[in-house]
């Protein structure tokens, strides 16, 4: 019985490490732009679609001190029609 469930252990923990990576999400940043007299930065970040989520663009603040923060998720969104720095 120890056996058992020592190889149903194993089995599972196996299964846990090889789904990690497939439930991660590949973000691609598509610009940095550099905010004048600000102390931050902004990033547009393309998700790309997978099983659970849509494709989206997303706006985000890049802190130094206080790390990375999420400014307006726009959805259903391959691309940016028009940039202008």
Same mark, same amino acid.
């Given at each position: ?25 590949? !973000?691609?940043? &598509?610009?940095?732009? %550099?905010?004048? =007299?600000? $102390? ?27 790390? !990375?923060?999420? &400014?307006?998720?726009? %959805?259903?969104? =391959?691309? $940016? ?5």
């Amino acid at each position: 019985m120890k056996r058992i469930c020592i190889f149903v252990f194993l089995i599972f923990k196996l299964c846990l490490l090889g789904c990690t990576d497939t439930l991660k999400v590949k !973000e691609k940043e &598509l610009f940095v732009i %550099e905010v004048p =007299n600000k $102390l931050y930065k902004l990033r547009i970040v393309h998700i790309p679609s997978n099983a659970t989520i849509q494709s989206s663009i997303q706006v985000r603040k890049l802190n130094i001190n206080k790390g !990375e923060e999420l &400014l307006q998720d726009y %959805e259903r969104y =391959n691309y $940016l029609e028009n940039y202008q720095p």
